[in-house]
């Protein structure tokens, strides 16, 4: 079994924004998956949904918790179904990334982002990967603005094809592991540098 995990703030008014970059591809891949992610789940203060992908099941997350309180949603899930950290992916935006280059890291720091530093703190190990799409850099006194914006309409389009791109990673991480999605995705936008098979051409099986 294993959990990939969106972060981002729930309700109309934070669609769509920068800061639900991770909502974002976990919606992405329901949808491909025809997964169903309108069941709250309480005990996890969570949307979840179940998909079969290959061998694997997989679930998928959208924490309702707000942003820098997601760790309550995944701790809850992990510490449920004693679930090996390997076996989970935390997606989220970045704003040390220019808008739309992914970085998947099988482990590190939270680098800034909150949702990802409670996350470290209710996990209490780093020891999980991570996917971050970048969402482009502000100065840091204007950040909690930029965070909370929409994209620009003339960047909309890329952002569009990223997620896109970055709901593939997550494919690739669930079907041939972190290292095979980092040496497959870690690239900048534009960069069509890619080996191996086009994960997502199968959908869920």
């Known amino acids: 079994m294993k959990l990939i995990a969106g972060l981002g703030n729930p309700g109309r008014r934070y669609e769509g924004t920068r800061h639900n970059a991770g909502y974002a591809i976990v919606e992405e891949l329901s949808r491909r998956w025809s997964v169903d992610l309108s069941r709250v789940e309480a005990r996890f203060e969570a949307l979840l949904g179940q998909a079969r992908v290959g061998s694997e099941e997989v679930w998928l997350m959208k924490p309702l918790t707000f942003m820098n309180l997601s760790g309550r949603s995944l701790g809850a899930f992990v510490r449920f179904y004693k679930l090996p950290l390997a076996d989970l992916l935390v997606c989220c935006d970045d704003m040390d990334l220019p808008t739309g280059q992914l970085r998947l ?4 720091s939270a680098g800034g982002q909150k949702g990802l530093s409670d996350v470290l703190r209710h996990l209490g190990s780093d020891e999980f990967s ?26 909309r389009d890329d952002v569009q094809q990223a997620i896109a791109v970055a709901a593939d990673a997550a494919e690739c991480w669930v079907r041939r592991g972190i290292d095979a999605a980092m040496n497959d995705f870690n690239r900048k936008p534009g960069d069509d540098r890619r080996t191996g098979e086009q994960p997502g051409a199968d959908g869920p099986e």
């Open 105 to 108: 890291r099988p482990r590190g």
């Open 130 to 155: 991570r996917l971050r799409f970048g969402i482009g850099r502000v100065h840091r006194d204007a950040h909690v603005e930029y965070v909370t914006s929409r994209f620009e309409p003339s960047e």
